[in-house]
C-alpha cells in the first residue's frame, strides 16, 4: 500500500509529453522504407498515411510545404522511402513519421508504376495513330506551356526568331512537383478553350517543353490528368518534355514528340530564308518558263502564218468573180427582157379584139339557140303551176340574159384594157418593132430572120417592107434574138 502511495503521479499530458520527448531523442532523423497505404491529400494541402511492411504500419504524415516539392505523385502500394523525425501525436495516442523527404524506394518500382498507367492509357485508345493530328505547315499563334522563368522558353522563342518570328504565347507552368500535373493539364485545356478571332488569339499549335532531369523530375509528364489533356487538345500539340533518351507518357498522347525544346521550335516553323530562296528559285523557273512559252508559241505563229495563202490572193478571185458576173449582167438583163416582151407580144396577139368579139358572138349565139328551144316548151298547155314557173320563167329571162350580157361585157371590157396596156401597140408606142414574115409569123431571132427574104417591120404607125435577097447560109452559132 505504501509503495503505491509513493508512486509518482502524472497527468495525461505528462504522460504523453514525457513519451514524445523519448522518441524524439530516441530516434531523431530516420529513414524508413516500406508500402504507402492509405495516403491521402487532404484541402488543407497536408498529406497523411500509412508506411507497411508484412508485420507491422507506421503513421505518416507529410506537410503540404513538402509536398510541393516532390517530383512524382504518391500511389498506394507505392514502395517508398520516407525520411524525417519519428515523433508521437498525443491527440491519438500514437507514434508517427514526419516526412522531410520521400522518394521512390527505386527506380524499377517507378518505371513499373508508369508502364501499368502507360498499358492501362493505351487500351483506353489515347495513343492511337489514327487520333494524332497533322501539324500546321506556318502556324500564325504558337502557344508554349513551359516554366516563365527556365531556359526551355528563352531557346524556344530564340529558335523561332531565327527560323520565321511568330506570335508566341506563353502560359507559364511549374514544371516540377506536386501542382505541376494540375497546371500542365489546365494549361492545354485552357489554350483550346480560347474562342477564335477575340481578344486573345487562339493558338494554331501548342509545344508543351520542359527541360531534362531524372525520371522523378519527369513525373508530372506521367501522370494522367496529363495525358488526358494533351489526347483531348483540339489543337496540335508537340511534346518537348527532357532530353532525346527521356520519354514520358505525354509523348505517347502527343501529335509529335521533339527529342528537346529546340527541336521542337525547329518542327514548329519552317526556315524564312530557305522559303525566300525557294519563293526567288520558283519565280525565276516562272519566268524562264513564260518566256519559253512565249518565243514557242511566236515561232508557232509564224510557221503557220507561212503556212496560210495571202489574203490579196483570197480577195483577188472573189474580185475577179464580181467582175465577170458584172459585165455578163448587162447583156443577160437585156436577154431577159427580149424573152418577156416576146412572151407578152404572143399573147397580146392571142387577145385580138376580133377574137373577143367572135367568142361573145359564139356566147350569143348559144344563148339565143337555148332560148329558142325553151320557148316551145314555155308554149305547151301548162297546170297551175307549170303556167306559174312559166310566167316567173318569163319574167326571169330577160333579166338573166340582161345579168349575163353585163357581166360578159365587163370581163370583154377589163379584157380590152389589160390588151390595151399590154398588148403591142403600147410596146410599139414606146419605139420598139416587130419583125414579121410574108404570112404574118413573128421572126423572133436572127437565124430565122436570114432564111426569109422578105420581112415586114410593124413600127408604132404603121409597116415597112424589107427585102433581104437570098436565104443566107445560117451561122454555125446561134445568134440571140433581138427586138428592133
Known sequence: ????????????SEIAGAVKRTVEAAFGQVRVRGELSQFRRQTSGHWY????????VLELAMWKGVAAGLSFRPEDGMEVIATGRLTTYPGGSRYQLIIDRLEPAGVGALLAQIEARRLKLQAEGLFDP??????????????????????????ILHRLGDRFPRHVLVWPVAVQGEASAAQVAAAIAGFNAIAP?????????????????????????????????????????ISA??????????????????????AAAERAVPVRAELAAQVAMLH???????????????????????????PRNLIGLSAQRVDDLAQRLPTALAARLGRVELRVTGAGGR??????????ARSLERLAGSAARLAPALARPLNADAQKLARSGAALRPFLIEQRLAAAAARLDQAGRMLASLGPEQVLARGYAIVTDPAGHVVASAA??????????????GETPVYTGEPAVPPSRPQQGSLF
Open 351 to 360: 387577145l385580138r379584139p376580133a377574137l373577143l368579139s367572135a367568142r361573145l
Open 448 to 461: 430565122a430572120a436570114a432564111a426569109r427574104p422578105r420581112l415586114t417591120i410593124r413600127f408604132g404607125d
Open 284 to 310: 525565276g523557273r516562272l519566268d524562264a518558263a513564260m518566256v519559253r512559252g512565249w518565243k514557242l508559241r511566236r515561232e508557232r505563229s509564224v510557221a503557220l502564218g507561212r503556212r496560210l495563202p495571202q
Open 49 to 56: 498515411g500509412r508506411l507497411k511492411d508484412e508485420r507491422a
Open 197 to 237: 478571332g477575340g481578344p486573345t488569339p487562339r493558338p494554331d499549335l501548342i509545344i508543351v517543353a520542359r527541360g531534362g532531369g531524372s525520371i522523378e523530375d519527369l513525373a508530372a509528364f506521367n501522370e494522367e490528368i496529363v495525358v488526358r489533356a494533351a489526347a483531348a487538345s483540339r489543337i496540335p500539340l
Open 1 to 12: 500500500m505504501a509503495s503505491t502511495i509513493n508512486t509518482p503521479e502524472y497527468s495525461v
Open 241 to 262: 518534355v527532357g532530353h532525346e533518351t527521356d520519354t514520358t507518357l505525354i509523348d505517347f498522347a502527343a501529335d509529335w514528340r521533339a527529342p528537346t525544346p529546340t
Open 130 to 155: 489514327a487520333r494524332k493530328q497533322k501539324l500546321p505547315w506556318l502556324p500564325d499563334v504558337i502557344g508554349v506551356i513551359t516554366s516563365p522563368t527556365g531556359a526551355v522558353i528563352r531557346d
